[in-house]
Protein backbone atom coordinates (compact mmCIF):
# COMPACT_ATOMS: atom_id res chain seq x y z
CA UNK A 1 0.00 0.00 0.00
CA UNK A 2 1.31 3.36 -0.87
CA UNK A 3 1.97 5.48 1.75
CA UNK A 4 -0.68 8.43 2.00
CA UNK A 5 -1.55 11.76 3.92
CA UNK A 6 -4.63 9.64 4.04
CA UNK A 7 -4.17 7.00 7.20
CA UNK A 8 -6.18 3.63 6.39
CA UNK A 9 -9.53 3.49 7.09
CA UNK A 10 -9.31 -0.25 7.92
CA UNK A 11 -7.05 0.60 10.78
CA UNK A 12 -9.76 1.08 14.14
CA UNK A 13 -7.56 2.76 16.22
CA UNK A 14 -9.06 5.79 16.99
CA UNK A 15 -6.95 9.53 16.93
CA UNK A 16 -6.73 10.75 20.61
CA UNK A 17 -8.35 13.76 19.67
CA UNK A 18 -11.42 16.09 21.43
CA UNK A 19 -13.36 13.95 23.19
CA UNK A 20 -15.97 16.07 21.82
CA UNK A 21 -14.69 14.58 18.27
CA UNK A 22 -16.95 11.56 18.21
CA UNK A 23 -19.94 12.99 19.07
CA UNK A 24 -20.24 15.21 15.61
CA UNK A 25 -18.63 12.89 13.55
CA UNK A 26 -19.63 13.04 9.56
CA UNK A 27 -19.51 11.20 7.24
CA UNK A 28 -16.14 10.95 5.68
CA UNK A 29 -14.95 10.39 2.36
CA UNK A 30 -14.78 6.69 0.96
CA UNK A 31 -11.06 6.49 0.10
CA UNK A 32 -9.69 3.52 -1.64
CA UNK A 33 -5.41 3.26 -2.17
CA UNK A 34 -3.80 2.07 -4.74
CA UNK A 35 -0.22 1.95 -5.94
CA UNK A 36 0.73 4.60 -9.05
CA UNK A 37 1.70 2.81 -11.89
CA UNK A 38 0.92 5.75 -14.56
CA UNK A 39 0.64 9.13 -13.35
CA UNK A 40 -1.65 12.40 -13.41
CA UNK A 41 -5.30 12.49 -12.37
CA UNK A 42 -8.67 11.50 -13.27
CA UNK A 43 -12.31 12.44 -12.79
CA UNK A 44 -14.82 10.96 -14.16
CA UNK A 45 -17.70 8.33 -13.23
CA UNK A 46 -16.93 4.77 -12.50
CA UNK A 47 -17.20 1.91 -14.79
CA UNK A 48 -16.81 -1.19 -12.95
CA UNK A 49 -16.14 -4.52 -15.26
CA UNK A 50 -14.61 -7.38 -15.63
CA UNK A 51 -11.81 -6.92 -18.49
CA UNK A 52 -9.67 -10.24 -17.82
CA UNK A 53 -12.06 -12.90 -16.26
CA UNK A 54 -10.58 -15.89 -15.46
CA UNK A 55 -11.99 -18.18 -18.35
CA UNK A 56 -13.47 -21.84 -16.85
CA UNK A 57 -12.43 -24.50 -18.42
CA UNK A 58 -13.83 -28.02 -18.44
CA UNK A 59 -11.70 -31.17 -18.67
CA UNK A 60 -12.89 -33.61 -20.46
CA UNK A 61 -10.92 -37.03 -21.23
CA UNK A 62 -10.97 -37.67 -24.87
CA UNK A 63 -10.54 -40.87 -26.69
CA UNK A 64 -6.88 -42.01 -28.67
CA UNK A 65 -8.57 -41.21 -32.13
CA UNK A 66 -10.02 -37.32 -30.59
CA UNK A 67 -6.10 -36.51 -29.73
CA UNK A 68 -4.74 -35.72 -33.07
CA UNK A 69 -8.16 -33.41 -33.69
CA UNK A 70 -7.21 -31.99 -30.73
CA UNK A 71 -3.65 -30.90 -31.37
CA UNK A 72 -5.21 -29.57 -34.95
CA UNK A 73 -7.67 -27.16 -32.94
CA UNK A 74 -4.51 -26.37 -31.18
CA UNK A 75 -2.57 -25.65 -34.23
CA UNK A 76 -5.00 -23.67 -35.47
CA UNK A 77 -5.94 -21.59 -32.62
CA UNK A 78 -2.25 -20.36 -32.28
CA UNK A 79 -2.20 -19.08 -36.04
CA UNK A 80 -5.33 -17.24 -35.15
CA UNK A 81 -3.67 -15.87 -31.99
CA UNK A 82 -0.77 -14.77 -34.01
CA UNK A 83 -2.76 -12.90 -36.74
CA UNK A 84 -4.35 -11.17 -33.91
CA UNK A 85 -1.65 -9.90 -32.04
CA UNK A 86 0.33 -9.05 -35.18
CA UNK A 87 -2.94 -6.92 -36.27
CA UNK A 88 -2.96 -5.22 -32.66
CA UNK A 89 1.07 -4.50 -32.82
CA UNK A 90 0.29 -2.89 -35.88
CA UNK A 91 -2.48 -0.61 -34.43
CA UNK A 92 -0.13 0.10 -31.69
CA UNK A 93 2.40 1.06 -33.43
CA UNK A 94 0.48 3.07 -35.89
CA UNK A 95 -1.32 4.96 -32.78
CA UNK A 96 1.29 4.56 -29.96
CA UNK A 97 4.62 4.17 -31.20
CA UNK A 98 7.07 1.57 -32.30
CA UNK A 99 8.61 0.95 -28.73
CA UNK A 100 4.84 0.47 -27.18
CA UNK A 101 3.98 -1.96 -30.33
CA UNK A 102 7.29 -3.89 -28.98
CA UNK A 103 5.33 -5.64 -26.41
CA UNK A 104 3.33 -7.61 -28.17
CA UNK A 105 6.50 -9.50 -29.47
CA UNK A 106 6.93 -11.33 -25.91
CA UNK A 107 3.25 -12.66 -26.58
CA UNK A 108 4.63 -13.50 -30.35
CA UNK A 109 7.37 -15.37 -28.75
CA UNK A 110 5.78 -17.04 -26.27
CA UNK A 111 2.65 -18.72 -28.25
CA UNK A 112 5.68 -19.95 -31.13
CA UNK A 113 7.74 -21.38 -28.40
CA UNK A 114 8.13 -24.72 -29.14
CA UNK A 115 7.72 -25.51 -25.15
CA UNK A 116 4.44 -24.31 -24.90
CA UNK A 117 3.50 -26.77 -27.72
CA UNK A 118 5.26 -29.46 -26.00
CA UNK A 119 3.57 -29.15 -22.95
CA UNK A 120 0.08 -28.95 -24.19
CA UNK A 121 0.55 -32.51 -26.64
CA UNK A 122 1.83 -34.31 -23.37
CA UNK A 123 -1.47 -33.54 -21.72
CA UNK A 124 -3.34 -33.90 -24.95
CA UNK A 125 -1.76 -36.87 -26.37
CA UNK A 126 -0.54 -38.81 -22.84
CA UNK A 127 -2.91 -37.45 -20.21
CA UNK A 128 -5.55 -37.66 -23.09
CA UNK A 129 -8.14 -34.61 -22.37
CA UNK A 130 -9.24 -32.22 -24.44
CA UNK A 131 -6.84 -29.31 -25.41
CA UNK A 132 -8.78 -26.80 -23.80
CA UNK A 133 -7.84 -28.23 -20.64
CA UNK A 134 -4.29 -29.16 -21.80
CA UNK A 135 -3.68 -25.50 -22.64
CA UNK A 136 -5.17 -24.25 -19.03
CA UNK A 137 -2.77 -26.66 -17.32
CA UNK A 138 0.29 -25.69 -19.61
CA UNK A 139 -0.09 -22.10 -18.91
CA UNK A 140 -0.39 -22.82 -15.38
CA UNK A 141 2.46 -24.36 -14.88
CA UNK A 142 4.77 -22.13 -17.20
CA UNK A 143 2.95 -19.15 -15.13
CA UNK A 144 4.25 -20.81 -11.91
CA UNK A 145 8.14 -20.64 -13.20
CA UNK A 146 7.70 -17.02 -14.05
CA UNK A 147 5.92 -16.33 -10.78
CA UNK A 148 8.90 -17.00 -9.06
CA UNK A 149 11.31 -15.49 -11.01
CA UNK A 150 13.51 -13.20 -9.25
CA UNK A 151 13.89 -10.39 -11.36
CA UNK A 152 10.88 -8.12 -10.91
CA UNK A 153 10.71 -7.48 -15.22
CA UNK A 154 10.97 -11.17 -16.25
CA UNK A 155 8.15 -11.98 -13.00
CA UNK A 156 5.86 -9.58 -14.76
CA UNK A 157 5.74 -12.00 -17.69
CA UNK A 158 3.49 -13.70 -16.12
CA UNK A 159 0.94 -11.58 -17.06
CA UNK A 160 1.61 -12.00 -20.73
CA UNK A 161 1.17 -15.83 -20.22
CA UNK A 162 -2.02 -15.08 -18.13
CA UNK A 163 -3.31 -13.12 -21.26
CA UNK A 164 -2.27 -15.37 -24.28
CA UNK A 165 -4.06 -17.87 -21.71
CA UNK A 166 -7.07 -16.31 -22.31
CA UNK A 167 -6.70 -15.10 -26.00
CA UNK A 168 -6.21 -18.74 -26.96
CA UNK A 169 -8.76 -20.09 -24.85
CA UNK A 170 -11.32 -17.12 -26.32
CA UNK A 171 -10.71 -18.69 -29.99
CA UNK A 172 -10.54 -22.00 -28.68
CA UNK A 173 -14.08 -22.08 -26.76
CA UNK A 174 -15.38 -19.78 -29.37
CA UNK A 175 -15.44 -16.16 -27.20
CA UNK A 176 -15.32 -12.84 -28.74
CA UNK A 177 -12.72 -11.44 -27.20
CA UNK A 178 -12.44 -8.26 -25.29
CA UNK A 179 -16.15 -7.96 -25.40
CA UNK A 180 -15.86 -5.83 -23.10
CA UNK A 181 -18.25 -2.96 -22.57
CA UNK A 182 -15.97 0.34 -22.74
CA UNK A 183 -17.36 3.34 -20.07
CA UNK A 184 -18.67 6.05 -21.19
CA UNK A 185 -16.63 8.66 -22.45
CA UNK A 186 -14.22 10.38 -20.24
CA UNK A 187 -15.51 7.58 -17.14
CA UNK A 188 -12.45 5.50 -15.14
CA UNK A 189 -12.23 2.26 -15.66
CA UNK A 190 -12.71 -0.38 -12.53
CA UNK A 191 -11.65 -3.44 -13.11
CA UNK A 192 -9.23 -6.63 -11.62
CA UNK A 193 -7.15 -6.46 -14.49
CA UNK A 194 -7.08 -5.82 -17.65
CA UNK A 195 -6.10 -6.97 -20.85
CA UNK A 196 -2.88 -5.08 -22.44
CA UNK A 197 -4.97 -5.46 -26.17
CA UNK A 198 -7.81 -3.73 -24.09
CA UNK A 199 -6.02 -0.77 -23.50
CA UNK A 200 -4.41 -0.71 -26.83
CA UNK A 201 -7.86 -1.06 -28.40
CA UNK A 202 -9.38 1.68 -26.50
CA UNK A 203 -10.08 5.12 -27.73
CA UNK A 204 -7.94 7.47 -25.29
CA UNK A 205 -10.82 9.42 -25.07
CA UNK A 206 -12.91 6.72 -23.98
CA UNK A 207 -11.49 6.68 -20.48
CA UNK A 208 -9.91 9.28 -18.25
CA UNK A 209 -8.26 7.22 -15.83
CA UNK A 210 -8.14 3.34 -14.59
CA UNK A 211 -8.20 1.50 -11.20
CA UNK A 212 -7.22 -1.85 -11.55
CA UNK A 213 -7.11 -4.89 -7.87
CA UNK A 214 -4.41 -6.54 -9.62
CA UNK A 215 -1.79 -5.27 -12.20
CA UNK A 216 2.08 -4.78 -12.01
CA UNK A 217 4.57 -1.92 -12.50
CA UNK A 218 6.29 -3.23 -15.57
CA UNK A 219 3.33 -5.12 -16.76
CA UNK A 220 2.06 -3.93 -20.92
CA UNK A 221 -1.08 -2.91 -20.04
CA UNK A 222 0.45 -0.66 -17.48
CA UNK A 223 3.24 0.45 -19.92
CA UNK A 224 1.03 1.26 -22.87
CA UNK A 225 -1.64 2.75 -20.04
CA UNK A 226 1.97 5.17 -19.23
CA UNK A 227 2.14 5.89 -22.88
CA UNK A 228 -1.71 6.89 -23.44
CA UNK A 229 -0.66 9.13 -20.31
CA UNK A 230 -4.01 7.31 -18.95
CA UNK A 231 -3.69 7.53 -15.07
CA UNK A 232 -3.54 4.30 -13.54
CA UNK A 233 -3.56 2.95 -10.34
CA UNK A 234 -3.03 -0.89 -9.43
CA UNK A 235 -3.18 -3.05 -6.26
CA UNK A 236 -6.31 -1.59 -5.05
CA UNK A 237 -7.40 -3.63 -2.93
CA UNK A 238 -10.95 -4.85 -3.37
CA UNK A 239 -11.70 -1.56 -5.77
CA UNK A 240 -13.98 -3.41 -7.70
CA UNK A 241 -16.41 -4.29 -4.41
CA UNK A 242 -16.35 -0.40 -2.51
CA UNK A 243 -16.96 0.85 -6.31
CA UNK A 244 -20.25 0.63 -8.23
CA UNK A 245 -20.83 1.73 -11.85
CA UNK A 246 -21.90 5.36 -12.07
CA UNK A 247 -19.79 6.28 -8.58
CA UNK A 248 -17.83 9.87 -9.33
CA UNK A 249 -14.00 8.91 -8.83
CA UNK A 250 -11.25 11.34 -8.53
CA UNK A 251 -8.29 8.92 -9.62
CA UNK A 252 -5.83 10.43 -7.90
CA UNK A 253 -2.45 8.78 -9.96
CA UNK A 254 0.27 11.32 -7.92
CA UNK A 255 -0.22 9.77 -3.85
CA UNK A 256 -2.16 6.46 -4.86
CA UNK A 257 -5.88 7.04 -3.90
CA UNK A 258 -8.94 6.73 -5.32
CA UNK A 259 -11.92 9.14 -3.80
CA UNK A 260 -15.28 7.85 -4.32
CA UNK A 261 -18.02 10.41 -4.62
CA UNK A 262 -15.91 13.53 -2.89
CA UNK A 263 -17.09 16.14 -1.08
CA UNK A 264 -16.68 19.82 -1.75
CA UNK A 265 -13.65 20.00 -0.13
CA UNK A 266 -12.12 17.09 -1.63
CA UNK A 267 -12.97 18.73 -4.79
CA UNK A 268 -11.84 21.57 -4.55
CA UNK A 269 -8.25 20.82 -3.50
CA UNK A 270 -8.30 18.85 -6.54
CA UNK A 271 -9.23 21.77 -8.42
CA UNK A 272 -6.52 23.38 -7.31
CA UNK A 273 -4.04 20.67 -7.88
CA UNK A 274 -5.40 19.94 -11.60
CA UNK A 275 -5.11 24.08 -11.86
CA UNK A 276 -1.14 23.50 -10.73
CA UNK A 277 -0.63 20.37 -12.70
CA UNK A 278 -2.26 22.28 -16.11
CA UNK A 279 0.70 25.83 -14.93
CA UNK A 280 3.06 23.12 -14.39
CA UNK A 281 2.57 21.28 -17.70
CA UNK A 282 2.43 24.25 -20.41
CA UNK A 283 5.83 25.92 -19.70
CA UNK A 284 8.53 26.78 -18.02
CA UNK A 285 10.02 22.88 -17.97
CA UNK A 286 13.24 23.97 -18.23
CA UNK A 287 14.05 25.58 -15.14
CA UNK A 288 13.16 22.46 -13.26
CA UNK A 289 16.84 21.84 -13.07
CA UNK A 290 18.89 25.36 -12.45
CA UNK A 291 18.99 26.62 -9.19
CA UNK A 292 17.26 29.67 -8.45
CA UNK A 293 19.60 32.53 -8.65
CA UNK A 294 19.47 36.30 -8.91
CA UNK A 295 20.94 37.64 -12.11
CA UNK A 296 23.85 38.93 -10.07
CA UNK A 297 24.50 35.85 -8.09
CA UNK A 298 21.97 36.02 -4.88
CA UNK A 299 20.79 32.58 -4.10
CA UNK A 300 16.99 32.03 -2.98
CA UNK A 301 15.45 29.69 -1.23
CA UNK A 302 12.17 28.25 -3.38
CA UNK A 303 10.25 25.93 -0.96
CA UNK A 304 6.69 24.47 -1.64
CA UNK A 305 3.98 24.58 0.13
CA UNK A 306 2.24 21.48 0.26
CA UNK A 307 -1.46 19.64 1.95
CA UNK A 308 -1.56 16.32 0.16
CA UNK A 309 1.12 13.33 -0.42
CA UNK A 310 0.11 14.60 -4.36
CA UNK A 311 1.21 17.99 -3.62
CA UNK A 312 5.12 16.73 -1.95
CA UNK A 313 5.28 14.20 -5.23
CA UNK A 314 4.98 17.19 -7.52
CA UNK A 315 6.98 19.56 -5.63
CA UNK A 316 9.48 17.02 -5.42
CA UNK A 317 9.27 16.35 -9.00
CA UNK A 318 10.07 20.09 -9.50
CA UNK A 319 13.32 20.07 -6.82
CA UNK A 320 11.57 21.79 -4.72
CA UNK A 321 14.25 23.55 -1.95
CA UNK A 322 12.35 21.29 0.69
CA UNK A 323 8.79 22.09 2.34
CA UNK A 324 8.22 25.57 3.50
CA UNK A 325 5.02 24.74 4.76
CA UNK A 326 3.36 21.03 4.88
CA UNK A 327 -0.38 22.82 6.04
CA UNK A 328 -1.48 19.30 7.87
CA UNK A 329 -5.03 20.39 7.97
CA UNK A 330 -5.96 17.64 4.79
CA UNK A 331 -4.62 15.07 6.84
CA UNK A 332 -7.26 15.46 9.26
CA UNK A 333 -10.21 16.81 6.91
CA UNK A 334 -9.76 13.31 5.02
CA UNK A 335 -10.90 11.34 8.37
CA UNK A 336 -13.86 10.89 10.35
CA UNK A 337 -11.79 11.15 13.29
CA UNK A 338 -8.62 12.48 14.48
CA UNK A 339 -5.99 10.36 13.11
CA UNK A 340 -3.61 8.42 15.44
CA UNK A 341 -0.07 9.24 16.38
CA UNK A 342 0.55 5.98 14.41
CA UNK A 343 -0.96 7.37 11.32
CA UNK A 344 0.17 10.93 11.36
CA UNK A 345 3.69 9.09 11.76
CA UNK A 346 3.00 7.48 8.98
CA UNK A 347 2.06 10.12 6.89
CA UNK A 348 4.74 13.02 7.55
CA UNK A 349 7.53 10.66 7.64
CA UNK A 350 6.27 9.15 3.84
CA UNK A 351 6.41 13.10 2.83
CA UNK A 352 10.13 13.57 4.51
CA UNK A 353 11.44 10.77 2.34
CA UNK A 354 10.45 12.08 -0.21
CA UNK A 355 12.70 15.43 0.29
CA UNK A 356 15.47 13.68 1.70
CA UNK A 357 18.16 16.33 3.35
CA UNK A 358 16.03 19.04 2.05
CA UNK A 359 14.04 20.23 5.25
CA UNK A 360 10.40 19.49 5.50
CA UNK A 361 8.63 22.38 7.90
CA UNK A 362 5.26 20.75 9.10
CA UNK A 363 2.58 23.23 10.87
CA UNK A 364 0.62 21.79 13.57
CA UNK A 365 -2.79 21.50 12.90
CA UNK A 366 -4.10 25.22 11.66
CA UNK A 367 -7.96 25.13 11.99
CA UNK A 368 -10.68 27.44 13.12
CA UNK A 369 -12.24 30.65 11.25
CA UNK A 370 -12.86 28.95 7.31
CA UNK A 371 -10.65 25.61 8.39
CA UNK A 372 -13.55 23.07 9.69
CA UNK A 373 -12.79 19.81 10.67
CA UNK A 374 -16.58 17.74 10.15
CA UNK A 375 -15.85 15.62 13.40
CA UNK A 376 -14.76 18.84 15.72
CA UNK A 377 -17.56 20.84 17.10
CA UNK A 378 -16.74 24.69 16.88
CA UNK A 379 -18.98 26.68 19.29
CA UNK A 380 -21.38 29.29 16.66
CA UNK A 381 -18.94 32.53 17.18
CA UNK A 382 -19.40 36.12 15.77
CA UNK A 383 -16.58 36.29 14.59
CA UNK A 384 -14.65 33.24 13.91
CA UNK A 385 -11.57 34.41 12.76
CA UNK A 386 -11.04 36.34 15.46
CA UNK A 387 -12.06 33.29 17.64
CA UNK A 388 -10.59 29.73 18.24
CA UNK A 389 -8.06 28.84 15.85
CA UNK A 390 -4.68 27.99 15.39
CA UNK A 391 -1.72 27.38 18.30
CA UNK A 392 -4.58 28.95 20.77
CA UNK A 393 -7.19 26.42 19.87
CA UNK A 394 -4.61 23.55 19.95
CA UNK A 395 -3.28 24.93 23.74
CA UNK A 396 -6.76 24.37 24.27
CA UNK A 397 -7.18 20.89 23.59
CA UNK A 398 -3.49 19.77 24.98
CA UNK A 399 -4.27 15.90 23.57
CA UNK A 400 -4.59 17.18 19.89
CA UNK A 401 -1.43 18.79 20.03
CA UNK A 402 0.49 16.24 21.87
CA UNK A 403 -0.51 13.44 19.11
CA UNK A 404 0.50 15.37 16.11
CA UNK A 405 3.40 16.94 18.01
CA UNK A 406 4.69 13.39 18.90
CA UNK A 407 4.55 11.84 15.62
CA UNK A 408 6.31 14.70 14.02
CA UNK A 409 9.37 14.89 16.66
CA UNK A 410 9.03 10.71 16.29
CA UNK A 411 10.01 11.62 12.31
CA UNK A 412 12.87 14.01 13.14
CA UNK A 413 15.12 10.99 14.60
CA UNK A 414 15.26 10.16 11.23
CA UNK A 415 14.15 13.03 8.75
CA UNK A 416 14.80 16.92 8.62
CA UNK A 417 11.75 18.37 9.43
CA UNK A 418 11.04 21.14 11.84
CA UNK A 419 7.78 22.45 13.45
CA UNK A 420 5.80 25.17 12.60
CA UNK A 421 3.07 26.55 14.92
CA UNK A 422 0.06 28.84 12.78
CA UNK A 423 -1.04 32.11 14.24
CA UNK A 424 0.79 33.15 16.54
CA UNK A 425 -0.63 35.82 19.03
CA UNK A 426 2.66 36.82 21.33
CA UNK A 427 5.63 35.39 23.68
CA UNK A 428 2.63 33.51 25.99
CA UNK A 429 1.45 31.46 23.21
CA UNK A 430 4.94 30.32 21.94
CA UNK A 431 5.98 29.87 25.15
CA UNK A 432 2.98 27.66 25.58
CA UNK A 433 3.44 25.52 22.54
CA UNK A 434 7.65 25.17 23.60
CA UNK A 435 6.51 23.72 26.40
CA UNK A 436 4.24 21.37 24.83
CA UNK A 437 6.94 20.01 22.69
CA UNK A 438 9.04 19.81 25.69
CA UNK A 439 6.14 17.72 27.38
CA UNK A 440 5.82 15.59 24.25
CA UNK A 441 9.77 15.15 24.46
CA UNK A 442 9.69 14.25 27.76
CA UNK A 443 6.94 11.28 27.51
CA UNK A 444 9.21 9.80 24.29
CA UNK A 445 11.74 9.66 26.03
CA UNK A 446 10.35 8.19 28.52
CA UNK A 447 8.88 5.24 26.19
CA UNK A 448 12.16 5.14 24.99
CA UNK A 449 11.47 6.47 21.25
CA UNK A 450 14.32 8.56 19.39
CA UNK A 451 13.51 12.06 18.58
CA UNK A 452 16.01 14.78 17.33
CA UNK A 453 16.27 16.79 20.83
CA UNK A 454 17.06 19.98 18.74
CA UNK A 455 14.43 19.90 16.27
CA UNK A 456 14.02 23.26 14.88
CA UNK A 457 10.98 25.40 15.75
CA UNK A 458 9.27 28.23 14.31
CA UNK A 459 7.06 30.60 14.57
CA UNK A 460 3.85 31.96 11.90
CA UNK A 461 3.80 35.50 11.63
CA UNK A 462 -0.07 35.85 11.07
CA UNK A 463 -1.30 38.55 13.23
CA UNK A 464 -0.04 42.24 13.15
CA UNK A 465 0.60 41.61 17.54
CA UNK A 466 3.05 38.65 16.30
CA UNK A 467 5.01 41.27 13.49
CA UNK A 468 5.01 43.90 15.95
CA UNK A 469 7.03 41.60 18.55
CA UNK A 470 9.44 39.89 16.00
CA UNK A 471 12.68 40.95 17.86
CA UNK A 472 11.10 39.68 20.97
CA UNK A 473 9.65 36.55 19.19
CA UNK A 474 12.87 35.81 17.61
CA UNK A 475 14.67 34.49 21.66
CA UNK A 476 11.75 32.02 21.53
CA UNK A 477 12.20 30.30 18.57
CA UNK A 478 14.49 28.98 15.58
CA UNK A 479 12.64 30.39 12.36
CA UNK A 480 9.59 32.66 10.81
CA UNK A 481 7.18 32.01 8.48
CA UNK A 482 5.20 34.77 7.14
CA UNK A 483 1.19 33.70 6.48
CA UNK A 484 0.66 37.03 4.26
CA UNK A 485 -3.08 35.44 3.70
CA UNK A 486 -4.05 36.01 7.43
CA UNK A 487 -1.21 38.99 7.84
CA UNK A 488 -3.40 41.25 5.08
CA UNK A 489 -6.06 40.31 6.54
CA UNK A 490 -5.58 41.15 10.30
CA UNK A 491 -4.04 44.32 9.41
CA UNK A 492 -6.25 45.85 6.60
CA UNK A 493 -9.54 44.48 9.01
CA UNK A 494 -10.78 42.68 5.91
CA UNK A 495 -12.19 39.23 5.58
CA UNK A 496 -9.95 37.05 3.41
CA UNK A 497 -12.79 34.95 1.97
CA UNK A 498 -15.25 37.94 1.20
CA UNK A 499 -15.46 38.69 -2.55
CA UNK A 500 -17.58 41.93 -1.28
CA UNK A 501 -14.22 43.28 0.32
CA UNK A 502 -11.65 41.99 -2.03
CA UNK A 503 -11.23 45.74 -2.97
CA UNK A 504 -10.17 46.23 0.49
CA UNK A 505 -8.01 42.77 0.58
CA UNK A 506 -4.96 44.32 -1.11
CA UNK A 507 -1.16 42.76 -0.37
CA UNK A 508 0.37 45.87 -1.98
CA UNK A 509 -0.81 47.80 0.62
CA UNK A 510 1.92 50.43 2.04
CA UNK A 511 0.94 48.71 5.37
CA UNK A 512 1.66 45.44 4.56
CA UNK A 513 4.87 46.18 2.66
CA UNK A 514 5.81 48.09 5.90
CA UNK A 515 5.17 45.72 7.79
CA UNK A 516 7.15 43.17 5.99
CA UNK A 517 9.77 45.19 5.71
CA UNK A 518 9.79 45.53 9.24
CA UNK A 519 9.59 41.29 10.43
CA UNK A 520 12.72 41.01 7.66
CA UNK A 521 14.58 43.59 9.53
CA UNK A 522 14.07 42.58 12.71
CA UNK A 523 14.64 38.85 11.89
CA UNK A 524 17.84 39.38 10.10
CA UNK A 525 18.98 41.17 13.38
CA UNK A 526 18.42 38.77 15.31
CA UNK A 527 20.29 36.20 13.13
CA UNK A 528 16.52 34.25 12.28
CA UNK A 529 15.89 33.06 8.98
CA UNK A 530 12.47 34.35 7.74
CA UNK A 531 10.35 33.00 5.02
CA UNK A 532 6.85 33.72 2.94
CA UNK A 533 4.16 31.11 2.82
CA UNK A 534 1.13 32.86 2.04
CA UNK A 535 -0.21 33.72 -1.41
CA UNK A 536 1.63 36.61 -2.21
CA UNK A 537 5.10 34.29 -2.43
CA UNK A 538 3.35 32.82 -5.25
CA UNK A 539 2.82 35.77 -7.71
CA UNK A 540 5.54 36.19 -9.69
CA UNK A 541 4.26 40.08 -9.94
CA UNK A 542 5.79 40.53 -6.68
CA UNK A 543 9.05 38.35 -6.73
CA UNK A 544 11.44 41.40 -7.60
CA UNK A 545 10.02 43.53 -4.50
CA UNK A 546 9.89 40.94 -1.55
CA UNK A 547 13.40 40.56 -2.88
CA UNK A 548 14.25 43.62 -2.62
CA UNK A 549 12.68 43.85 0.57
CA UNK A 550 15.23 41.57 2.05
CA UNK A 551 13.55 38.20 1.71
CA UNK A 552 16.36 35.44 0.77
CA UNK A 553 13.20 32.43 1.60
CA UNK A 554 10.12 32.18 -0.32
CA UNK A 555 7.66 28.92 -0.52
CA UNK A 556 4.99 28.32 -2.77
CA UNK A 557 1.99 26.23 -4.08
CA UNK A 558 4.10 23.50 -6.51
CA UNK A 559 2.33 24.73 -10.03
CA UNK A 560 3.55 28.66 -9.37
CA UNK A 561 7.21 27.10 -8.72
CA UNK A 562 8.86 27.55 -12.05
CA UNK A 563 7.19 30.75 -12.54
CA UNK A 564 8.46 32.08 -9.08
CA UNK A 565 12.27 30.72 -10.22
CA UNK A 566 11.68 32.61 -13.58
CA UNK A 567 10.76 35.86 -11.86
CA UNK A 568 13.91 34.89 -9.48
CA UNK A 569 16.14 34.52 -12.06
CA UNK A 570 15.63 37.63 -14.02
CA UNK A 571 15.67 39.93 -10.94
CA UNK A 572 18.87 41.98 -10.09
CA UNK A 573 19.44 42.85 -6.72
CA UNK A 574 20.65 45.75 -6.16
CA UNK A 575 17.64 47.10 -9.11
CA UNK A 576 15.22 45.42 -6.62
CA UNK A 577 16.39 46.93 -3.26
CA UNK A 578 16.33 50.26 -4.97
CA UNK A 579 12.73 49.71 -5.70
CA UNK A 580 11.50 48.80 -2.78
CA UNK A 581 13.15 51.41 -1.25
CA UNK A 582 11.37 53.98 -2.90
CA UNK A 583 7.84 51.74 -2.62
CA UNK A 584 7.98 51.82 1.11
CA UNK A 585 8.54 55.50 0.65
CA UNK A 586 4.67 55.67 -1.09
CA UNK A 587 1.31 56.06 0.66
CA UNK A 588 -1.45 54.23 -1.68
CA UNK A 589 -2.02 51.26 -3.43
CA UNK A 590 -2.11 53.06 -6.35
CA UNK A 591 1.38 54.77 -6.26
CA UNK A 592 2.60 51.22 -5.77
CA UNK A 593 1.62 49.44 -8.33
CA UNK A 594 2.24 52.00 -10.88
CA UNK A 595 6.23 52.04 -9.34
CA UNK A 596 6.24 48.42 -9.77
CA UNK A 597 4.64 48.64 -13.25
CA UNK A 598 7.10 51.32 -14.50
CA UNK A 599 10.04 48.88 -12.53
CA UNK A 600 8.98 45.95 -15.21
CA UNK A 601 6.94 47.82 -18.01
CA UNK A 602 7.31 44.82 -20.39
CA UNK A 603 6.29 42.37 -17.85
CA UNK A 604 2.86 40.85 -18.68
CA UNK A 605 2.21 39.59 -15.49
CA UNK A 606 1.61 43.12 -13.96
CA UNK A 607 -1.30 43.63 -16.56
CA UNK A 608 -3.50 42.06 -13.55
CA UNK A 609 -2.90 44.12 -10.86
C1 LIG B 1 -1.27 32.35 5.57
O1 LIG B 1 -2.12 32.76 6.37
O2 LIG B 1 -0.68 33.10 4.77
C2 LIG B 1 -0.93 30.93 5.54
C3 LIG B 1 0.08 30.50 4.84
O3 LIG B 1 -1.72 30.10 6.24
P1 LIG B 1 -3.16 29.59 5.69
O4 LIG B 1 -3.35 30.15 4.32
O5 LIG B 1 -3.09 28.12 5.73
O6 LIG B 1 -4.08 30.17 6.69
MG1 LIG C 1 -2.82 31.45 7.95
Do not use: W
Amino acid sequence: MPHSDVPSENDSSSGQGSPDASRDAAKAPLIIFGEVASTGLARGAAFVCDCLDEAVVLRRTITAEETLKEMERFDAAVLTAGQELLKLKMQVERDIGKNEAGIFDAQLLMLQDPSLRREVSVRCLTGMVNVESAVDAAFAKLTAIFVRLEDPYFRERASDLRELRKRLLDILMGRKPAANPVPTEGGVLVAAQILSSFIAQLDSKAISGVVLEKGGQTAHATILARARGIPLLIRAADATQKIRTGDRLIVDGLAGRVFINPGPVILREYDQLEANLRAHQTALKGLIDLPSVTTDGVEIKLAANIGKSADAVMAASLNADGIGLYRTEFVFLVQDRFPSEEEQYTVYKTTAERFSSREVVVRVLDIGSDKLLPYFPFPLEANPSLGRRGTRLLLAHPEILRTQLRAILRVSATHRVAILFPMIGGVEDLVAAKAAIESAKASLRDEGKAFNASVSVGAMIETPAAAIMTARLAREIDFFSIGTNDLVQYLLTTDRTSSELASYYEPLHPAVLRMLAFVATAAKAHGKTVSICGEMAGNPAFTQLLLGLGFRSLSVNPGEMLEIKSAIRTTNMPQAEELAKRILELGTIQEIKDCLRAAAPNDPRLVQH
